[in-house]
């Protein structure tokens, strides 16, 4: 979290009023992903087949043959891609379950899982965001799997994101599923829409923050990020 620091609990009265912009006026409307009621209505089959047909036009639009045997398969593989992978956490029934254990051995201490590689997608352009996720928290009696923590990690990734918006839908999950509100994620990432593209900025990078419970003590809260930015 070099560059552009974003922390956003750190104004509990309005978090919402200190969010910078980040990069080409990328604005957080909501901590909710904006969701259609109807969302899940359509089958997944004929989602595919609509995507396709329409990145068909897209793809035609541009001025490209789509009768050349390397474009031909195009629409129907990115919209596969898009509702069967990479949009993929938009549906509810993807979401995974976290079975809670036991602490049994008593650990008090902050449980770190640091460098989790994620990939996403800027909502406003489409294209990729990608880079780590750092997640700690401190045991209220209950842990759950390391795996389980990458698994929540990949779910909200798997979206059109605004990378504060996904910062926080992880952290709250997490809260939620691990009953305490000793929680922190940071994320540092790299938005291709920065840059590959707009200001072609191509080093910068873009770092976001939830720190919440005993997160808010600034000797914690070093421990953590001591921790994650060791070697
Ligand atoms: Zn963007």
Known sequence: MKQKETLLNSLPEDPMAELEDLGDDHGLASLETPMREDAFVMEEELKVELIAK????????????????SLKGTPRRVAKMYVQEVFSGL????????????????????LVEKDITFYSYCEHHFVPIYGKAHVAYFSSGKVIGLSKINRIVQY????????????????????????TEDVAVVMD??????????????????????????????????????YINSK
């Open 54 to 69: 329409h990145f068909k036009e897209i793809m035609h639009i541009l001025g490209l043959d789509l009768s050349d045997d």
């Open 91 to 110: 549906n509810p029934a993807n979401k995974p379950v976290a079975r809670l254990f036991e602490n049994k051995y008593k650990y008090d201490q902050m």
């Open 156 to 179: 909200y990734a798997k979206r059109p994101q605004v990378q504060e918006r996904l910062t926080v839908q992880i952290a709250n999950e997490l809260k939620k599923i691990l009953q």
């Open 189 to 226: 990432a790299t938005h291709l829409c920065v840059s590959s593209r707009g200001v072609g900025d191509t080093n910068s990078k873009t770092g976001t923050a939830s720190f919440s419970g005993k997160f808010n003590d600034e000797n914690i809260r070093k421990e953590f990020l001591n």
